[in-house]
Every structure is written in C-alpha cells, then in structure tokens.
C-alpha cells in the first residue's frame, strides 16, 4: 500500500475559498514533501517539512505536520484559479536519505 | 539557469520494441531519480544515480528496464520488449546532493504509450 495516502481524492472549491488537503502515512520519517503537478506532468515542490517541525509557512500555503498521529496537511488560504493542480505528499522514511515515497494525489479544482 | 529536461516529451511505440528516454539534470546536481507515473497514480520510485556510487535500482519493475548516467550527468533509461503496461509518464528528477533533505527538480516527464 502507499506510504502517503491524500484525503480527499478530489476537492473542488470557489476561487478565494480556503483549501485543505490531508496526508496520512504508515511508518517513521526523516520528513514530508508536497509537491504540485499541472496536467500530469512535471513536478514543482512547494514546501518540505522535517520530523521535528510542526507547522512550516509559505505564502498561502500552511503545512502541519502530527508525528503521533502520521499525518500532514496542506492548507491553501485564498485560494486562486490558478492554484489548480494535483497536490501530492512524498515522505522520506526514516533509515533512507533519497527515497521518497508518493501518495496518489489530491486533485484540487477552483472555480472561478 | 535551464531546468532538468527530458526528451522526447512524447513516444508512442509498438508492443514489443524498445525505447530510451533521455534526461539532462541541472548542472552541478549529482543526484538523478527516475520515477514513473501511471494514470491517476502517485510516482513509483524506479532508480537513483549519487555521483560515481553504484546506483539504487531497487525500483526497477523488471529486467526489460535499465537505466545509465553517463559522465555523471546525462541519464538514459531504457526499456526493452515494450509492454503496454509500460505506458506512463516517466519523470526524472534532480537534487543537489545525496540527501533526501535537498529539494527534488522535476522535469516535464514523457508520456510513453505503447500500442
């Protein structure tokens, strides 16, 4: 099964609503990455946070992160139409440096 | 400066041919992944290369795959005796250095069909 698994699958919104997106994961890290792909090609990282971190910032991007409870979420605050994309969580497990594992993605809509 | 890139940005093959996909990192990282993406899927980790250590190609899903970095820079991955289960978007990626803690630099992918 994934390591990352986002919830939910698919999100769809108004423009300037706030998005939320969930990532749960099954086994220790080093720390977790959201990533961003437009019409299913190549990647962009939006922010990573370590096993020690809590909450990180970026912008309009808000990410937690609860170790006890093995999830993470990403939160998009004012969202725009260009925010549109699929959202994915790749965790770096503890014991490994390179190896990140992706869940299957949050595919977030905003309507203008 | 110019980004990772991928050639070709699209292939479409026949069962049972083989193909190679061409990825050029960015200069100076010398960490390169190979990742596959199948339809509405996350990534599926397939090799790394780390400057001259051997590589990782623990992702590898079968021996019809093979990948090579040349010169530590530019990476071919080869799959031979095509499948259609093989049609994807394939992904390179590039990082600075050896650890997972760096940022991973993706390239715009090339989406393989096999007919």
């Known amino acids: 099964s994934q390591q990352g698994e986002e919830d939910p699958q698919a999100l769809s919104i108004q423009e300037g609503e706030n998005a939320t997106m969930n990532c749960s994961y099954k086994t220790s890290i080093n720390n977790l990455q959201w990533y961003r792909q437009n019409s299913g090609r190549g990647l962009v990282h939006l922010i990573l946070?370590?096993?020690?971190?809590r909450e990180k910032h970026s912008g309009r991007l808000r990410v937690t992160l609860d170790t006890s409870k093995k999830s993470s979420s990403l939160l998009i605050t004012a969202s725009r139409a260009a925010d549109t994309a699929s959202y994915f969580c790749a965790t770096l497990q503890r014991g490994s440096n390179y190896k990140l594992t992706f869940g299957k993605g949050t595919l977030l809509t905003v309507n203008p | 400066g110019a980004g990772v890139s991928q050639s070709p940005s699209n292939k479409v093959t026949e069962k049972g041919k083989d193909v190679e996909l061409r990825c050029d990192p960015i200069s100076g990282h010398t960490a390169l992944y190979w990742y596959r993406q199948s339809l509405g899927q996350g990534l599926e980790f397939l090799i790394y290369?780390?400057?001259?250590?051997?590589?990782?190609k623990s992702g590898l899903p079968s021996d019809r795959f093979s990948a090579e970095r040349t010169g530590g820079s530019v990476s071919t991955l080869t799959i031979q005796r095509t499948q259609q289960e093989d049609s994807a978007v394939y992904l390179c990626?590039?990082?600075?250095?050896?650890?997972?803690?760096?940022?991973?630099?993706f390239g715009p992918g090339t989406r393989l069909t096999v007919l």
């Open positions: 946070i370590r096993s020690n971190e």
């Open positions: 990626a590039s990082s600075l250095s050896l650890a997972g803690l760096d940022t991973q630099y």
């Open positions: 290369f780390q400057g001259n250590s051997a590589p990782d």
